[in-house]
T-cell receptor, first 109, second 115 residues
Protein backbone atom coordinates (compact mmCIF):
# COMPACT_ATOMS: atom_id res chain seq x y z
CA UNK A 1 0.00 0.00 0.00
CA UNK A 2 1.40 3.39 -0.96
CA UNK A 3 1.93 5.81 1.87
CA UNK A 4 0.26 8.59 -0.14
CA UNK A 5 -2.75 7.84 -2.25
CA UNK A 6 -4.59 10.20 -4.53
CA UNK A 7 -7.97 9.91 -6.15
CA UNK A 8 -9.10 10.02 -8.80
CA UNK A 9 -6.13 9.11 -11.01
CA UNK A 10 -7.78 10.81 -13.97
CA UNK A 11 -10.52 13.41 -14.06
CA UNK A 12 -12.18 15.03 -17.06
CA UNK A 13 -14.69 17.80 -16.51
CA UNK A 14 -16.38 20.64 -18.33
CA UNK A 15 -15.31 24.22 -17.95
CA UNK A 16 -16.97 25.81 -14.96
CA UNK A 17 -17.34 22.65 -12.91
CA UNK A 18 -16.23 22.41 -9.29
CA UNK A 19 -13.30 20.02 -9.01
CA UNK A 20 -12.20 17.99 -6.01
CA UNK A 21 -9.01 15.93 -5.80
CA UNK A 22 -8.36 13.83 -2.72
CA UNK A 23 -5.21 12.74 -0.94
CA UNK A 24 -4.93 10.22 1.88
CA UNK A 25 -1.76 9.33 3.71
CA UNK A 26 -0.76 6.76 6.27
CA UNK A 27 2.28 8.28 7.97
CA UNK A 28 2.76 11.02 10.51
CA UNK A 29 3.47 14.24 8.69
CA UNK A 30 4.73 17.73 9.42
CA UNK A 31 3.29 19.25 6.25
CA UNK A 32 1.40 18.40 3.10
CA UNK A 33 2.04 19.96 -0.28
CA UNK A 34 -0.20 20.31 -3.29
CA UNK A 35 1.75 20.84 -6.49
CA UNK A 36 0.89 21.34 -10.13
CA UNK A 37 2.75 19.99 -13.12
CA UNK A 38 1.93 20.89 -16.70
CA UNK A 39 2.94 18.54 -19.54
CA UNK A 40 6.65 18.95 -20.16
CA UNK A 41 6.80 21.54 -17.43
CA UNK A 42 8.33 21.91 -14.07
CA UNK A 43 6.54 21.55 -10.77
CA UNK A 44 4.85 24.51 -9.16
CA UNK A 45 3.99 24.50 -5.51
CA UNK A 46 0.37 25.50 -4.94
CA UNK A 47 -0.02 25.07 -1.20
CA UNK A 48 1.78 23.84 1.84
CA UNK A 49 -0.54 22.90 4.71
CA UNK A 50 -0.10 21.66 8.21
CA UNK A 51 -3.66 22.29 9.40
CA UNK A 52 -6.96 23.82 8.39
CA UNK A 53 -7.58 25.43 5.06
CA UNK A 54 -5.85 27.71 2.58
CA UNK A 55 -7.26 29.61 -0.37
CA UNK A 56 -5.54 31.17 -3.33
CA UNK A 57 -7.73 32.54 -6.08
CA UNK A 58 -9.93 29.71 -7.33
CA UNK A 59 -7.94 27.07 -5.48
CA UNK A 60 -8.76 25.84 -2.00
CA UNK A 61 -6.86 23.23 -0.02
CA UNK A 62 -8.01 21.61 3.19
CA UNK A 63 -6.42 19.12 5.51
CA UNK A 64 -7.80 16.95 8.32
CA UNK A 65 -4.85 15.77 10.38
CA UNK A 66 -6.92 13.32 12.47
CA UNK A 67 -8.31 11.63 9.38
CA UNK A 68 -5.00 11.91 7.45
CA UNK A 69 -6.79 13.37 4.49
CA UNK A 70 -6.50 16.45 2.32
CA UNK A 71 -8.52 17.81 -0.57
CA UNK A 72 -7.73 20.25 -3.33
CA UNK A 73 -10.70 22.10 -4.78
CA UNK A 74 -10.87 24.18 -7.94
CA UNK A 75 -13.86 26.46 -8.36
CA UNK A 76 -15.09 27.66 -11.76
CA UNK A 77 -12.60 25.37 -13.52
CA UNK A 78 -10.98 26.54 -16.73
CA UNK A 79 -9.13 24.67 -19.51
CA UNK A 80 -5.87 26.27 -18.33
CA UNK A 81 -6.29 24.33 -15.07
CA UNK A 82 -5.58 21.15 -17.04
CA UNK A 83 -2.47 19.63 -15.49
CA UNK A 84 -1.32 16.89 -13.16
CA UNK A 85 -1.96 17.71 -9.52
CA UNK A 86 0.33 16.02 -7.04
CA UNK A 87 -0.01 15.58 -3.31
CA UNK A 88 3.24 15.17 -1.38
CA UNK A 89 3.73 14.81 2.34
CA UNK A 90 6.68 15.66 4.48
CA UNK A 91 7.14 13.12 7.22
CA UNK A 92 7.48 14.01 10.88
CA UNK A 93 10.81 12.27 11.06
CA UNK A 94 12.65 13.86 8.17
CA UNK A 95 12.54 16.37 5.39
CA UNK A 96 11.90 14.04 2.48
CA UNK A 97 8.73 14.38 0.48
CA UNK A 98 6.68 11.28 -0.19
CA UNK A 99 4.78 11.75 -3.40
CA UNK A 100 1.38 10.65 -4.53
CA UNK A 101 0.99 9.32 -8.05
CA UNK A 102 -0.78 12.46 -9.21
CA UNK A 103 -4.21 13.22 -10.64
CA UNK A 104 -4.40 14.09 -14.30
CA UNK A 105 -7.04 16.77 -14.74
CA UNK A 106 -8.50 17.75 -18.10
CA UNK A 107 -10.95 20.62 -18.31
CA UNK A 108 -12.86 20.75 -21.58
CA UNK A 109 -14.12 24.08 -22.94
CA UNK B 1 12.47 37.62 -7.34
CA UNK B 2 14.23 34.89 -9.23
CA UNK B 3 13.08 31.35 -8.67
CA UNK B 4 15.04 28.13 -8.87
CA UNK B 5 16.75 27.77 -12.20
CA UNK B 6 18.22 24.69 -13.83
CA UNK B 7 20.51 24.31 -16.79
CA UNK B 8 20.44 22.94 -19.34
CA UNK B 9 16.71 22.57 -19.90
CA UNK B 10 17.36 19.62 -22.19
CA UNK B 11 20.36 17.36 -22.51
CA UNK B 12 20.79 14.57 -25.02
CA UNK B 13 23.79 12.34 -24.59
CA UNK B 14 25.06 8.97 -25.66
CA UNK B 15 25.27 5.92 -23.45
CA UNK B 16 28.51 5.88 -21.51
CA UNK B 17 29.06 9.64 -21.51
CA UNK B 18 29.41 11.94 -18.50
CA UNK B 19 26.87 14.69 -17.83
CA UNK B 20 26.54 17.55 -15.39
CA UNK B 21 23.24 19.17 -14.45
CA UNK B 22 23.21 22.49 -12.67
CA UNK B 23 20.80 23.98 -10.16
CA UNK B 24 20.71 27.58 -8.97
CA UNK B 25 18.53 27.78 -5.86
CA UNK B 26 16.67 30.79 -4.60
CA UNK B 27 19.10 33.17 -2.95
CA UNK B 28 19.32 32.57 0.77
CA UNK B 29 17.85 29.08 0.67
CA UNK B 30 20.12 26.78 2.61
CA UNK B 31 18.39 23.51 1.74
CA UNK B 32 18.59 22.04 -1.74
CA UNK B 33 17.05 18.83 -3.06
CA UNK B 34 17.47 16.80 -6.21
CA UNK B 35 14.69 14.58 -7.51
CA UNK B 36 14.34 12.40 -10.58
CA UNK B 37 11.07 11.90 -12.40
CA UNK B 38 10.74 9.13 -14.92
CA UNK B 39 7.98 9.21 -17.49
CA UNK B 40 4.57 8.63 -15.97
CA UNK B 41 5.86 8.46 -12.41
CA UNK B 42 6.10 10.77 -9.45
CA UNK B 43 9.39 12.39 -8.49
CA UNK B 44 11.93 10.21 -6.68
CA UNK B 45 14.20 11.70 -4.03
CA UNK B 46 17.91 11.60 -4.84
CA UNK B 47 19.87 13.81 -2.44
CA UNK B 48 19.44 16.64 0.04
CA UNK B 49 21.97 19.34 0.91
CA UNK B 50 21.92 21.50 3.99
CA UNK B 51 24.46 24.19 3.21
CA UNK B 52 27.52 22.72 1.58
CA UNK B 53 27.12 19.20 2.89
CA UNK B 54 25.02 16.34 1.63
CA UNK B 55 22.82 15.60 4.61
CA UNK B 56 21.19 12.64 2.94
CA UNK B 57 22.30 10.97 -0.28
CA UNK B 58 20.35 7.78 0.28
CA UNK B 59 18.30 8.28 -2.87
CA UNK B 60 21.23 8.22 -5.26
CA UNK B 61 20.69 5.02 -7.24
CA UNK B 62 24.34 3.98 -7.49
CA UNK B 63 27.88 5.29 -7.44
CA UNK B 64 27.61 6.69 -10.95
CA UNK B 65 25.62 9.53 -9.44
CA UNK B 66 27.29 12.26 -7.44
CA UNK B 67 26.30 15.78 -6.44
CA UNK B 68 28.18 18.73 -5.01
CA UNK B 69 27.36 22.11 -3.58
CA UNK B 70 30.79 23.58 -2.78
CA UNK B 71 29.72 27.05 -1.72
CA UNK B 72 26.31 26.27 -0.34
CA UNK B 73 24.52 27.81 -3.28
CA UNK B 74 24.73 26.32 -6.77
CA UNK B 75 24.61 22.54 -6.95
CA UNK B 76 25.78 20.21 -9.70
CA UNK B 77 24.46 16.70 -10.20
CA UNK B 78 27.02 14.55 -11.99
CA UNK B 79 26.27 11.30 -13.74
CA UNK B 80 29.11 9.10 -14.98
CA UNK B 81 28.87 6.39 -17.63
CA UNK B 82 25.27 7.27 -18.40
CA UNK B 83 22.81 4.49 -19.14
CA UNK B 84 19.53 4.60 -21.05
CA UNK B 85 17.68 4.06 -17.78
CA UNK B 86 19.03 7.39 -16.53
CA UNK B 87 16.73 9.17 -18.97
CA UNK B 88 14.34 11.25 -16.90
CA UNK B 89 13.55 14.78 -15.83
CA UNK B 90 15.87 15.85 -13.04
CA UNK B 91 14.24 18.32 -10.70
CA UNK B 92 15.89 20.59 -8.21
CA UNK B 93 14.15 22.31 -5.32
CA UNK B 94 15.26 24.65 -2.59
CA UNK B 95 13.84 25.77 0.71
CA UNK B 96 14.83 28.12 3.49
CA UNK B 97 15.99 25.30 5.70
CA UNK B 98 15.68 21.57 5.89
CA UNK B 99 13.82 21.46 9.16
CA UNK B 100 10.36 22.66 10.00
CA UNK B 101 7.60 23.48 7.58
CA UNK B 102 9.68 25.01 4.87
CA UNK B 103 8.07 24.98 1.47
CA UNK B 104 10.13 23.59 -1.35
CA UNK B 105 10.31 25.66 -4.51
CA UNK B 106 10.98 23.72 -7.67
CA UNK B 107 12.99 24.49 -10.74
CA UNK B 108 11.75 23.74 -14.26
CA UNK B 109 13.81 20.58 -14.47
CA UNK B 110 16.39 19.24 -16.87
CA UNK B 111 15.18 16.61 -19.30
CA UNK B 112 17.99 14.11 -19.79
CA UNK B 113 17.82 11.71 -22.71
CA UNK B 114 20.43 8.99 -22.98
CA UNK B 115 20.53 7.41 -26.42
Amino acid sequence: KNEVEQSPQNLTAQEGEFITINCSYSVGISALHWLQQHPGGGIVSLFMLSSGKKKHGRLIATINIQEKHSSLHITASHPRDSAVYICAVRMDSNYQLIWGAGTKLIIKP
Amino acid sequence: GAGVSQTPSNKVTEKGKYVELRCDPISGHTALYWYRQSLGQGPEFLIYFQGTGAADDSGLPNDRFFAVRPEGSVSTLKIQRTERGDSAVYLCASSRAGTGYNEQFFGPGTRLTVL
